[in-house]
């Protein structure tokens, strides 16, 4: 069975751009891959967060994968920092990268531009890092959004110099997967492209009812159509998005025929859209109140996870040592 690494930074709760984006894809192909999903907690600290705040959020994920549908069984889920081979092997690669291509990742310069302050050398070493949760369990696949195609990329420079460096056939490049017709951008619902946390317009798995109702008849929109079958400008066309992803088949047509003979009203669109969103909602939100209560259940997925991982990190980090010349250890 082919191998698929995916990481998330501990950054807050999911949005449903997390889950029509990758999570619901995550479920899929835990089924047909061997997956190892983790929690980028190393990743996180270039932000330094704070101590307590570290362990909440990695939770957060960990109850909220778990709730829309990861299953411990069947895909490894756990926490990098639970693979402390993980920052050897970063040390080891952190070597063979080279300062001025970690200067011109798009990702490292937009990131020091917006904390000019905080412009750390974790941060600028993070394409490696991310190097090195892939390539430690040889993962085939890696999917990924537009925003990490370039990290992948580094990946993959990264395996190739270490092959050319050492004279060795070790890594090979991991692919980028990708989900074709069943990868969706959520929009945002103040007329922006997509749903992101920084910007504020994300409905959240955690989301009450309330929350969510209140939350979509707030949407832009804009004065209506006026010609029939006229194209849908892209506050409007956002609408529809969301539809399609939530609601029934026979909603979305009478919704689709009102916009065309100009008889649409948004507010009935909204009252509709907000109900069927709950739908998607209300049941994960519930599971992950129960999941988050049970410490000792996330204890014993974040251990089964970790002895998962473990495994083939191990491994992999002593043949590298000892491609790079060092000789095992014996304690
Ligand atoms: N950089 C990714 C992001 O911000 C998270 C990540 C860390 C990751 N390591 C990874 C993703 C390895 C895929 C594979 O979204």
Redo the contacts with the bound molecule.
């Keep these: 069975m082919q191998t698929v ?5 501990p950054t807050g709760d999911l949005h449903l751009g997390n889950y029509f984006g990758a999570l619901r894809n995550f479920v899929k192909m835990q089924n047909d891959y061997n997956c190892y999903f ?1 929690v ?1 907690d190393y ?1 996180s600290l270039t932000t330094h967060p704070h101590p307590d705040h570290l362990q909440v959020n990695v939770r957060k994920i960990l109850s909220q994968y778990i709730a829309a549908g990861l299953d411990p069984e069947k895909c490894t889920l756990y926490i ?1 920092s639970d693979i402390p081979e993980t920052a050897e092997f970063y040390m080891l690669m952190n070597m063979n990268a080279y300062i001025g291509e970690l200067e011109r990742v798009v ?1 490292f310069k937009e990131k020091a531009r917006q904390n000019p302050d905080n412009i750390n050398a974790g941060l600028l070493t ?1 394409a490696v ?2 190097a090195c ?2 390539l430690i369990q040889k ?1 085939d696949y ?4 537009k ?2 195609e370039q ?2 990329e580094m990946t993959c420079k990264y395996a190739r110099r270490f092959n050319n460096i050492y004279g060795v056939e070790y890594f090979k490049e991991p692919k980028a997967f990708s989900f074709g017709k069943d990868l969706i951008k959520v929009p945002g619902l103040d007329g922006s492209g997509k749903m992101g946390k920084s910007d504020n317009n994300g409905i959240y798995l955690i989301d009450s009812d309330k929350d969510i109702r209140k939350k979509v008849m707030k949407a832009v929109t804009d004065s209506g159509p006026t010609e029939p079958n006229s194209e849908k400008p892209q506050v409007i066309q956002n609408l529809f998005t969301f539809m399609n992803l939530v609601s029934e088949k026979s909603t979305i047509e009478h919704f689709e025929n009102a916009w065309n003979d100009c008889s649409i009203r948004y507010g009935d669109m909204k009252k509709q859209l907000a109900e069927d969103i709950i739908k998607t909602v209300a049941p994960i939100r519930e599971r992950i109140q129960e999941i988050e209560k049970d410490t000792d259940y996330l204890d014993k997925v974040a251990k089964m996870g970790a002895e998962k991982a473990h495994i083939r990190a191990t491994q992999t980090v002593q043949e590298v040592r000892q491609i790079f010349g060092f000789r095992p250890v014996h304690y």
Excluded at 5 to 9: A, L
Excluded at 142 to 145: A, K, M, N, Q, R
């Design positions: 690494v995916s990481g998330i930074r983790f980028a990743h990098q990702v993070y890092l991310m949760d892939i993962a890696v999917p990924v959004g925003d990490q990290h992948l």
